[in-house]
């Protein structure tokens, strides 16, 4: 997953956040563990994600 420089860790976690949940909303087999990893990106991110979706 790539970012410019001046990218926060915050926006970048809620970035791979913003693109897991759209991947496993459609891919039902990798639902539970990429929701899992969602929630935890989430909480790194402190759930004030500002990223368009």
Same mark, same amino acid.
């Given at each position: =997953?790539?970012?410019?420089? /001046?990218?926060?860790?915050?926006?970048? =976690?809620?970035? #791979?956040?913003?693109? @897991?949940?759209?991947?496993?909303?459609?891919?039902?087999? =990798? %639902?539970?563990? @990429?929701?899992? @990893?969602?929630? %935890? @990106? *989430? *909480?790194? #991110? %402190?759930?004030?994600? *500002?990223? /368009?979706?």
């Amino acid at each position: =997953f790539a970012t410019t420089k /001046n990218t926060t860790e915050k926006e970048t =976690f809620c970035r #791979a956040g913003t693109v @897991l949940r759209h991947i496993y909303r459609y891919h039902k087999c =990798f %639902n539970k563990p @990429l929701s899992g @990893l969602h929630r %935890n @990106l *989430s *909480s790194m #991110a %402190n759930m004030t994600c *500002s990223v /368009n979706e």
